[in-house]
């Protein structure tokens, strides 16, 4: 499986957008990024997820460099409920061929009012 | 949208005891779910893959005599801690992914169990 490398923590204004950046310089041709959130003692949450185009939805946008090896999230005006934990993973397969979500330590966002 | 229950919520059990952590998709079916744990100030850390109809995978490290998992129907895994410990105080969380979709769809979370042996 690619690994990722975030930034432990950022933080961001509310109303403004944040970006948060994710670098998986060893992503193979076939596999996804996908961005999730945990808010504290909740299971994670699903917010986008990409192969090569960048990509929106009600939440926030996905933009993957155009070799792959690196993604920025965005969420286009921060709330103080945007504060958590920000996983960047990419998508590969156990030892049993089961697909399979590795997190990393991902990157503990910050709303500041 | 895909909605992935966890129940219960919160369990505090004696050590030695075994507690059942049920992990429902309300509004989907699964053939295969995840579950993970995840200590305090850590990430999660996938335990096993739940496959419907057959045996569960584990991930290396994870005793599967301890970790006891059935997926008995599309719907439905259950975890059991066996014979618990104040060492298996966690949070545990499961996720499912809908048959129905492709391949690169979300893997959707229950919002999780925290367990506390006593």
């Known amino acids: 499986d690619a690994k990722t490398t975030q930034p432990p923590s950022m933080d961001c204004a509310e109303g403004r957008a944040a970006n948060l950046p994710c670098n998986h310089s060893?992503?193979?041709?076939?596999?996804?990024v996908y961005w999730y959130r945990q808010i504290h003692s909740q299971g994670p949450q699903y917010i986008i997820h990409g192969l090569k185009n960048n990509e929106t939805n009600e939440m926030a946008s996905l933009i993957i460099t155009e070799d792959r090896k690196s993604s920025t999230l965005i969420l286009p005006h921060a709330t103080l409920r945007d504060t958590a934990v920000y996983y960047c993973?990419?998508?590969?397969?156990?030892?049993?061929?089961?697909?399979?979500?590795?997190f990393g330590t991902g990157t503990r966002l910050t709303i500041i009012p | 949208g895909a909605v992935v229950s966890q129940h219960p919520s919160r369990v505090i059990c004696k050590s030695g005891t075994s507690v059942k952590i049920e992990c429902r998709s309300l509004d989907f079916q699964a053939t295969t779910m995840f579950w993970y744990r995840q200590f305090p100030k850590q990430s999660l850390m996938l335990m096993a893959t739940s496959n419907e109809g057959s045996k569960a995978t584990y991930e290396q490290g994870v005793e599967k005599d301890k970790f006891l998992i059935n997926h008995a129907s599309l719907t439905l895994s259950t975890l059991t801690v066996t014979s618990a410990h104040p060492e298996d105080s966690s949070f545990y969380i499961c996720?499912?992914?809908?048959?129905?979709?492709?391949?690169?769809?979300?893997?959707?979370f229950g919002n999780g169990t925290r367990l506390t042996v006593t």
């Open positions: 996720s499912a992914r809908d048959v129905a979709l492709i391949y690169n769809s979300p893997l959707h």
């Open positions: 060893t992503i193979s041709g076939n596999e996804y």
């Open positions: 993973i990419v998508r590969g397969r156990s030892n049993f061929g089961n697909e399979k979500l590795t």
